[in-house]
């Protein structure tokens, strides 16, 4: 029976130790704090990345080292499963209590305790695929994860600097190699190949697209989509802005799909740039998020955020199961979190069935999958498209009886090859939303107009210890602190058309107030009222009560 290179891993743990004040936790996006305090949780998650494989018979399993849309001085590292989904569930307890060990010889005892409690036959190999963002801790970071990999025996594959979808595309790649569920050619230029051509096809004989503004965010976006576009030619002029990734400090800094959906405005730095009507779409720091936008006539900016993205692509996929005379056997569905807008929910649940699950990917990708072709899309703009293993065989055998249905099958079965089914991929839905853009004719104006977003703001409160805000129901409610929920309540009622919830970050120790009303500076006074009785309930010190919270 095989067991662990104990010598080996204490030689190497003693280079990473922990931090001694620090409590690490594996939440939605993975690890995620300074990138400055993450060196033994990298070298620990070389390990466990090894681990998973090895209980996976050898799959090869995937390791991202980003903060996606973080600022610079931050970074992290999240972990994905075999067919390009995130980590499973229990494992993450697993990652936090192995991050925790506060020396080396408690971290040996929590490997073995772990190895005895899932049964993990040491002797199996062990495959792992590994990427990094251009955040400039990352190349330090990425060495202690080599260290864990050593220490582990594991055989890593270096997929240098790229996106973070690129690589959940990679492994679910890797995986199916030679199967009969082959997802692609597992390299990144299988990648650009397989978006490029799918493109090529579904906007073959529409009108000439007129140039789309992206705004890299000073991230790796800059890079994939300057190779992205040597695969796409002509059939799309990209301008590309905020491409800046030697300048210190500028990673998604007052520009990138976060700043543009918190803030509600245009990135300064595409002031002079985006021209009135054009379309612009930002992506995140690590591109997986996109948030679109235009001006109109009057220089008036609007947003096009993960909501109307839903919209757009939900309609046109229902749109196109039925011309195909598939709408008796295929049921597209669409899955939101609370912080989708109220109009948006409207507009799509008198189409097709929604549902709301708890925020963070994982539960939207889960709830995704239950239908034949799930949609889901955060407001945040992070998001994509599943087709179930039974629609896609389906899509395959299917005979249309007319040339209208023969047309419709092909656009189904292209978007199959065009969308990232791994996870929400910000270049292959800048394409898909072209595409639905190209066959609709629409211009930004028109796919704005599908409905009106309710006004809405959403803020964030620092508070000591996330963890004492608890929620049910999809997040819409509070159960902890108690009388909090009912105090909200009390406040919502007070506003027309008000919604608001309160829910704690995943990622860091800040408590997200959302607020919705019929008018603009209603939603902004509920939101910041809401956040108020937050500040008030974990004992914030009123002369220090941010003035806005008065």
């Given at each position: 029976m095989a067991s662990l290179h104990i010598d080996v891993i204490k030689a190497l743990s003693e280079i990473h130790p922990k931090p001694s004040d620090i409590t690490f936790q594996y939440g939605t996006a993975g690890f995620r704090t300074l990138g400055s305090t993450l060196d033994s949780v990298l070298f620990r998650v070389g390990l466990l990345a090894g681990l998973r494989s090895k209980k996976l018979d050898g799959k090869?399993?995937?390791?991202?080292?980003?903060?996606?849309?973080?600022?610079?001085?931050?970074?992290?590292?999240?972990?994905?499963?075999?067919?390009?989904?995130m980590l499973e569930a229990s494992w993450e307890g697993h990652a936090t209590t192995l991050s925790n060990a506060p020396n080396t010889e408690q971290f040996i005892e929590a490997l073995n305790?772990?190895?005895?409690?899932?049964?993990?036959?040491?002797?199996?190999?062990?495959?792992?695929?590994?990427?990094?963002?251009?955040?400039p801790s990352g190349i330090s970071l990425i060495s202690a994860l080599e260290d864990g990999f050593k220490a582990i025996g594991c055989s890593a594959r270096n997929a240098g600097v790229t996106t973070t979808p690129i690589l959940h595309y990679l492994v679910r790649a890797i995986n199916t190699k030679g199967t009969p569920e082959s997802y692609g050619e597992d390299s990144e230029d299988g990648y650009y190949r397989k978006l490029g051509l799918a493109f090529k096809k579904l906007v073959s004989g529409r009108p000439i697209i007129q140039p789309v503004l992206i705004d890299c965010a000073n991230g790796v976006g800059a890079l994939a989509v300057a190779k992205l576009m040597e695969y796409l030619g002509d059939t799309i002029p990209l301008v590309l802005e905020n491409i800046s990734l030697s300048t210190p400090g500028a990673l998604n800094n007052a520009c990138g799909a976060d700043y543009v959906k918190?803030?509600?405005?245009?990135?300064?730095?595409?002031?002079?740039?985006?021209?009135f009507g054009q379309r612009g779409c930002s992506l995140d720091g690590?591109?997986?998020?996109?948030?679109?936008?235009?001006?109109?006539?009057?220089?008036?900016?609007h947003m096009l955020d993960g909501d109307k993205i839903a919209a757009l692509v939900a309609s046109f996929i229902v749109e196109l199961v039925k011309s195909s005379g598939l709408e008796n056997e295929?049921?597209?569905?669409?899955?939101?979190?609370?912080?989708?807008?109220?109009?948006?929910?409207?507009?799509?649940?008198?189409?097709?069935?929604?549902?709301?699950?708890?925020?963070?990917v994982k539960h939207l990708h889960h709830a995704a999958e239950h239908y034949d072709i799930g949609v889901y899309f955060e407001a945040n703009g992070?998001?994509?498209?599943?087709?179930?293993?039974?629609?896609?065989?389906?899509?395959?055998?299917?005979?249309?009886?007319?040339?209208?249905?023969?047309?419709?099958?092909?656009?189904?079965?292209?978007?199959?090859?065009?969308?990232?089914?791994?996870?929400?991929?910000?270049?292959?839905?800048?394409?898909?939303?072209?595409?639905?853009?190209?066959?609709?004719?629409?211009?930004?104006?028109?796919?704005?107009?599908?409905?009106?977003?309710?006004?809405?703001?959403?803020?964030?409160?620092?508070?000591?210890?996330?963890?004492v805000f608890r929620t049910e129901n999809a997040e819409r409610r509070l159960v902890s602190p108690p009388g909090l929920q009912q105090k909200i309540e009390g406040l919502v009622q007070r506003y027309e058309g008000g919604r608001s919830f309160v829910r704690p970050s995943g990622t860091e120790d800040v408590v997200r107030v959302y607020a919705e009303a019929v008018v603009k500076s209603q939603a902004d006074e509920l939101a910041f009222r809401v956040a108020g009785l937050v500040y008030d309930e974990v004992g914030g010190d009123l002369a220090k009560r941010p003035k806005e919270f008065l």
């Amino acid at each position: 029976m095989a067991s662990l290179h104990i010598d080996v891993i204490k030689a190497l743990s003693e280079i990473h130790p922990k931090p001694s004040d620090i409590t690490f936790q594996y939440g939605t996006a993975g690890f995620r704090t300074l990138g400055s305090t993450l060196d033994s949780v990298l070298f620990r998650v070389g390990l466990l990345a090894g681990l998973r494989s090895k209980k996976l018979d050898g799959k090869t399993i995937g390791v991202m080292v980003t903060a996606s849309h973080n600022p610079e001085q931050d970074n992290g590292v999240k972990i994905v499963d075999p067919r390009g989904e995130m980590l499973e569930a229990s494992w993450e307890g697993h990652a936090t209590t192995l991050s925790n060990a506060p020396n080396t010889e408690q971290f040996i005892e929590a490997l073995n305790t772990l190895i005895q409690s899932t049964k993990i036959d040491l002797s199996r190999p062990c495959n792992v695929v590994y990427a990094r963002d251009t955040r400039p801790s990352g190349i330090s970071l990425i060495s202690a994860l080599e260290d864990g990999f050593k220490a582990i025996g594991c055989s890593a594959r270096n997929a240098g600097v790229t996106t973070t979808p690129i690589l959940h595309y990679l492994v679910r790649a890797i995986n199916t190699k030679g199967t009969p569920e082959s997802y692609g050619e597992d390299s990144e230029d299988g990648y650009y190949r397989k978006l490029g051509l799918a493109f090529k096809k579904l906007v073959s004989g529409r009108p000439i697209i007129q140039p789309v503004l992206i705004d890299c965010a000073n991230g790796v976006g800059a890079l994939a989509v300057a190779k992205l576009m040597e695969y796409l030619g002509d059939t799309i002029p990209l301008v590309l802005e905020n491409i800046s990734l030697s300048t210190p400090g500028a990673l998604n800094n007052a520009c990138g799909a976060d700043y543009v959906k918190t803030m509600q405005k245009l990135p300064p730095s595409l002031m002079d740039h985006l021209q009135f009507g054009q379309r612009g779409c930002s992506l995140d720091g690590d591109a997986d998020r996109l948030m679109y936008y235009y001006l109109d006539e009057r220089g008036q900016f609007h947003m096009l955020d993960g909501d109307k993205i839903a919209a757009l692509v939900a309609s046109f996929i229902v749109e196109l199961v039925k011309s195909s005379g598939l709408e008796n056997e295929v049921k597209v569905g669409v899955v939101q979190t609370a912080y989708a807008n109220g109009a948006s929910t409207k507009y799509l649940a008198d189409r097709l069935p929604v549902k709301c699950v708890p925020t963070g990917v994982k539960h939207l990708h889960h709830a995704a999958e239950h239908y034949d072709i799930g949609v889901y899309f955060e407001a945040n703009g992070h998001g994509t498209v599943i087709f179930s293993p039974h629609t896609q065989a389906r899509l395959a055998q299917y005979q249309p009886s007319t040339p209208a249905q023969s047309t419709a099958l092909g656009h189904l079965i292209n978007l199959t090859q065009l969308i990232n089914q791994t996870v929400g991929d910000a270049l292959s839905d800048m394409l898909l939303v072209e595409v639905v853009l190209a066959h609709k004719s629409y211009t930004g104006v028109e796919w704005d107009s599908l409905y009106v977003d309710l006004p809405n703001r959403l803020v964030k409160v620092v508070v000591g210890d996330r963890n004492v805000f608890r929620t049910e129901n999809a997040e819409r409610r509070l159960v902890s602190p108690p009388g909090l929920q009912q105090k909200i309540e009390g406040l919502v009622q007070r506003y027309e058309g008000g919604r608001s919830f309160v829910r704690p970050s995943g990622t860091e120790d800040v408590v997200r107030v959302y607020a919705e009303a019929v008018v603009k500076s209603q939603a902004d006074e509920l939101a910041f009222r809401v956040a108020g009785l937050v500040y008030d309930e974990v004992g914030g010190d009123l002369a220090k009560r941010p003035k806005e919270f008065l």
